[in-house]
């Protein structure tokens, strides 16, 4: 079993700035990637930034130049800063993995998400 902990939601005013991370934990042989989700009020779940165990990275058109994500590969955990925040950035963000167990499959986990409100 893995577990995904998330931090570092939470209410800042437009402009500002927060920075959430995610940690992973449990059975895991080799972790291929990890990423940021966001979901708002009425809208599908949608991929925000994500990175692959070498480095490489890929966001969403809306965040590119203001978030950036990476990653502590001896610590299984994520991060992703998260600057010049809008209100249309407000949603649950959801931390996501895909990774090689012990056992030889490849699995995809969750967190149980953050939110993030962008308000003044």
């Known amino acids: 079993q893995v577990q995904l902990v998330e931090s570092g939601g939470g209410l800042v005013q437009p402009g500002g700035s927060l920075r959430l991370s995610c940690a992973a934990s449990g059975s895991i042989f080799s972790i291929y990637a990890m990423g940021w989700y966001r979901q708002a009020p009425g809208n599908q779940r949608e991929l925000v930034a994500g990175?692959?165990?070498?480095?490489?990275?890929n966001y969403a058109d809306s965040v590119k130049g203001r978030f950036t994500i990476s990653r502590d590969n001896a610590k299984n955990t994520v991060y992703l800063q998260m600057n010049s925040l809008k209100p249309e950035d407000t949603a649950v963000y959801y931390c996501?993995?895909?990774?090689?167990?012990?056992?030889?499959?490849?699995?995809?986990?969750w967190g149980q998400g953050t939110q993030v409100t962008v308000s003044s």
């Open positions: 996501h993995t895909k990774l090689l167990g012990h056992d030889g499959y490849e699995y995809d986990y």
């Open positions: 990175i692959t165990s070498g480095g490489r990275t």
